[in-house]
């Protein structure tokens, strides 16, 4: 064999084996948290509070950290795409290309860039001058804090793919800026749009380091904003902490659950949108 | 209101939110850096950064410890990830067939969504018995697992989607043309690779590198919760570490309770804070710059 077909050949299987390692690693970390949790996993895991004793072994769920999750997931991603979508509108319908639009987009990625624990930091250092305990409202904020700039940015790129004789069209019916941003732009994005909420919220639910600092932990389930709540990633954090290994391995049950709600939103995003996508003009 | 008055008065609300974000992250900046005045004020920048006593019941702080963790942990994060990654996207871009591209992109962004914790309780399970039993005593080495190469490992895995995804669309940006003259004057598929494409898109490949070196800078359960948190400078990749995050949220709840002790906790969010800004705006900025220059 020549040379250059050697090296082609050594080249070829190192591909073919990285690519192997990332989609293995994948499904590594799912059977190995299947594998350690599914002994734990049962129904009253997700539909019961936990009891007396609960992180000694006795009985009792995790329904605390589901509701809190939802709520704070809820919460912090409808905040971002109420303040995403404007600035995204923004960016692509009044700054167009200008130098303006890819300072304010520069500025987005570095904030996209800031690990969720420096604004879980910032936020905690304000809680501190507001002498305001651990609460939903601080975890809230939080997050908002840290999924606004992917937002905004993912539905940036969204918009841009707007096809532009769109705009012209609804412009030459003598429609305004505004008219044309929420009329036709967003209705036309609805698709993406979708995709980046369902995306952000993931990533909401996913987090553990920035709500650490602000959200508290309860074993109620918050009724009010002011209410310390418990987050799944915590919950399978404060679980594989304790020394019983009953409890550890509910860790890894609690685990299961949140890459189950976390597996079906992405999966829920690839199909909305393919759905979503037959109803709009290309 | 008519519709013109609609019109501005809408685009001048939203014109003040956006510009509010531009000022999020200089108030983040500037609390986070008056909250170190403190701390900068009384401790030399010199021993801050270099010294590696962390004595905070003797008003110590050196944050060598906690500097040189991070950087070890995202180095054997970065060396196990970019090869293995690089050589994923080009075979995703340049020779995978459209059926085998469309089963593992899917399963890329997965990857990607994959919550921070989930990494961690993996790393516990699965990453910290394996680098105990296996892979250290064939070094002869003893180590509780808990160490820089298994913070790497998680590490590593947690930065595959994100240099994958952005190195692949800079490979598949490449005109296809330039593929076509290579292989016109008989090049391999990999000569071309090396040749033609990894040089046209050098700047991209490198800009997605420093954007997969950012995320692992910050990243702090997965880390936390197989490195160890022991403040020493690790002689080895075997010895544990104590990285920053790991630094910041195990810390939080006592911060009040010492003289000078919430400064320094805030310090080492704005070193945080500052070293992912610049290297966000170094990824972003570079293949423009390049470009212009190549014109």
Redesign the interface.
């Known amino acids: 064999m020549k040379p ?2 050697v ?2 050949s050594l ?2 299987g ?6 192997a ?3 293995g ?2 499904l ?2 799912f059977a ?2 299947a594998f ?1 949790g599914l002994p734990a996993l049962s129904v009253e895991m997700i539909t019961q509070t936990p009891k007396g004793g609960y992180y000694i072994g006795k009985e009792g769920g995790i329904l605390n950290a589901i509701v809190g999750s939802l709520y704070l997931a809820i919460g912090a991603t409808a905040l971002s795409l109420l ?1 995403g979508l ?2 995204a ?3 692509t319908e ?1 700054c167009g290309d200008t130098r303006t639009a890819s300072y ?1 987009r ?17 936020v ?3 809680m ?1 001058v507001l002498r305001a305990r651990a609460s939903l409202l601080y975890g809230i904020v939080a997050v908002t ?1 840290f999924e ?2 992917l937002m ?1 940015r993912a539905i940036d790129e969204v918009l841009k793919k707007v096809p532009q004789r769109l705009r012209e069209t609804t412009y030459a019916l003598g429609a ?4 044309v941003a929420t009329r036709v732009v967003t209705r036309q994005a609805l698709p993406g749009i979708l995709s980046a909420f369902l ?1 952000c919220f ?2 909401a ?5 920035a709500v ?2 602000t959200v508290g932990y309860t074993d109620n389930i918050p009724t009010s904003l002011s209410d310390q709540a418990a987050t799944l ?1 915590l919950a ?2 404060f679980q ?1 902490a304790t020394p019983m290994p009953e409890v550890q391995q509910r ?2 049950a609690s ?1 299961i659950i ?2 189950v709600i ?2 079906t ?2 999966l829920a995003s ?1 199909w909305g949108s393919k759905k979503l996508t037959r109803y709009i003009n290309r | 209101m008519d519709r013109a008055g609609v019109d501005r008065t809408a685009w001048a609300v939203i014109r003040v939110l956006a510009v509010s974000c531009v000022a999020l992250l200089l108030l983040i900046a500037g609390v986070l850096f008056s909250k170190s005045i403190p701390i900068l004020s009384s401790v030399p920048l010199t021993n801050l950064l270099f010294s590696s006593k962390w004595f905070p019941l003797r008003g110590e702080f050196g944050f060598m410890a906690f500097i040189a963790g991070t950087l070890m942990v995202t180095l054997m994060a970065m060396i196990i990830s970019v090869p293995v990654s690089l050589l994923t996207a080009i075979y995703l871009s340049e020779y995978a067939s459209m059926r085998v591209r469309n089963a593992v992109k899917p399963l890329i962004d997965l990857l990607a969504g994959i919550p921070s914790v989930i990494f961690g309780i993996w790393g516990v399970a699965f990453v910290v018995p394996a680098v105990r039993y296996r892979v250290a005593p064939m070094f002869g080495i003893n180590t509780t697992g808990y160490c820089v190469l298994s913070a790497g490992i998680v590490l590593a895995i947690m930065v595959f989607p994100i240099i994958i995804s952005v190195a692949e669309e800079v490979l598949r940006a490449v005109p296809r043309s330039l593929r076509e003259t290579a292989y016109s004057l008989g090049a391999t598929r990999w000569q071309t690779v090396k040749h033609v494409v990894l040089k046209e898109a050098s700047v991209g490949v490198l800009a997605s590198i420093i954007l997969g070196f950012t995320r692992a800078i910050g990243e702090t359960m997965a880390v936390l919760m197989v490195v160890g948190n022991v403040a020493q400078v690790p002689g080895t990749v075997f010895d544990a570490a104590y990285p920053l995050p790991s630094l910041i949220a195990n810390n939080y709840g006592e911060m009040m309770s010492l003289p000078l002790y919430d400064s320094a906790l805030m310090f080492a969010a704005l070193v945080l804070l500052l070293a992912v800004a610049g290297f966000t705006v170094l990824a972003r900025t570079l293949p423009r710059r390049v470009a212009r220059l190549q014109q």
């Open positions: 250059s077909a090296e082609e080249f070829r190192l591909m073919i084996l990285s690519t390692l990332v989609v690693s994948l590594a970390v190995s948290v350690k303040l404007p600035v509108l923004f960016l009044v304010y520069r500025v987005l990625d570095v904030l996209c860039g800031v690990p969720s624990i420096v604004y879980g930091a910032f905690f250092t304000i501190i804090l606004f700039p905004t305004t800026r505004w008219e995306l993931g990533r639910i996913g987090d553990a380091a650490l600092l990633p399978v954090f594989l860790a890894y685990g949140l890459l976390v597996i939103l992405s690839r």
